[in-house]
């Protein structure tokens, strides 16, 4: 096998920034990555919040929120490309206890292994209604990376990488998950040298 056909596939993966990564975005995140391939990945940012709750979303797009337990949830910033979206992550639809009438929308892209990403309406009207995925976060934008592109940051001591918990995303307090998804590691922030790797 060759050196060009053994990617390592991070789909349904955590990639946690190091303190070395000092772009304004991605500063302290945490990204949940839904696809990972030769062409490039995609991916959410778990723990930055906008300032609009999905009570405030839901009032945007004229539906009503029956789900009380959502209605202080925050809406996140996703990433930096396409932030007019919406994008839901959500428990897949045939988790037990998640949707008993397994409602299937008209677009979502499963991760292997992992949850279900949703970008079509039928989400939000389903949530609207009071039924939908029990657990979801919503996010504005998405994170890419092009050919190769995440790859060079890998290389370059950018991220730290782990098999995704979905209890990160749905059950952990937004202002614990990066040193939640460091402790997935056994590591603490403040183990992690910005220049870490180098002499």
């Known amino acids: 096998m060759s050196s060009d056909a053994a990617i ?28 990972h391939s030769q ?33 202080e949830t925050p809406v996140f910033f ?3 490309m396409q932030t007019e979206r919406g994008f839901v992550l959500h428990d897949p639809s045939g988790a037990p206890d998640n949707q008993p009438d397994k409602v299937a929308f008209s677009s979502t892209m499963t991760v292997p292994g992992g949850l279900e990403m949703t970008t079509s309406r039928d989400v939000l009207e389903a949530l609207s209604n009071g039924s939908g995925p029990r657990r979801v976060m919503v996010s504005l934008g998405y994170s890419a990376w092009a050919e190769g592109q995440l790859e060079s940051e890998l290389g370059d001591n950018s991220w730290l ?8 995303i749905f059950d952990t307090p937004v202002a614990e998950r990066y040193e939640q998804a460091l402790q997935l590691l ?14």
């Open 8 to 35: 390592t596939n991070l789909t349904n993966h955590f990639l946690i920034a190091m303190p070395g990564l000092q772009d304004d975005l991605f500063s302290r995140s945490v990204v949940y990555l839904c696809e």
């Open 39 to 71: 062409r490039g990945a995609l991916g959410l940012v778990i723990n930055k919040p906008c300032d609009i709750s999905l009570k405030n979303l839901f009032d945007r797009v004229e539906l009503p929120l029956l789900r009380t337990d959502l209605a």
């Open 78 to 80: 996703g990433g930096p």
């Open 161 to 168: 990488t782990v098999l995704a918990d979905p209890r990160l």
């Open 186 to 199: 056994g590591l603490q922030s403040w183990m992690l040298a910005p220049d870490v790797g180098h002499a």
